[in-house]
């Protein structure tokens, strides 16, 4: 018998792939992946940041995230300002295009979530279940 976690865990898996594919379909013309549009995602939540502090809120390696900070830059959604604190680690900004790019990807997926019909309750409730899961497992490791 299946334990209820495999399944959970299963069930975001499925999840991932469903919500990355609908997110390269919506960013095709700009030809950003649902990495990148993560990495557009920090910059606004948080601001400007250095390429290894991005990665540790990702949870990937400095590497990854510095070739996908080159591809945001190639297509002018990024670009690099001085670091106050650190004069070899520029902060990674948000162009105005990249704001924009951010801001209609959001208004576009608000608008799929909108016709889902779940409501904000039961998707706080996911949120939170998830999250312990993690830190469950961030715990164990």
Do not use: F, K, Y
Request: net charge positive; glycine share 2%.
């Amino acid at each position: 018998m299946e334990h209820p976690l495999e399944r959970l865990l299963d069930e975001v898996r499925l999840l991932w792939r469903t919500v990355s594919e609908a997110g390269v379909r919506s960013d095709r013309a700009e030809a950003v992946t649902s990495e990148m549009r993560a990495v557009l995602l920090v910059l606004r939540r948080e601001g400007p940041a250095p390429v290894p502090a991005i990665a540790r809120s990702r949870r990937v390696s400095r590497q990854r995230i510095q070739c996908l900070v080159d591809r945001l830059r190639r297509l002018q959604l990024v670009a690099l300002a001085a670091n106050p604190e650190h004069r070899r680690s520029a902060l990674v900004r948000l162009t105005r295009r990249g704001l924009e790019h951010i801001d209609s990807a959001e208004v576009r997926d608000r608008q799929r979530l909108a016709r889902l019909a779940l409501s904000r309750q039961r998707l706080t409730a996911a949120a939170a279940t998830l999250r312990a899961v993690r830190e469950a497992l961030e715990d164990d490791g």
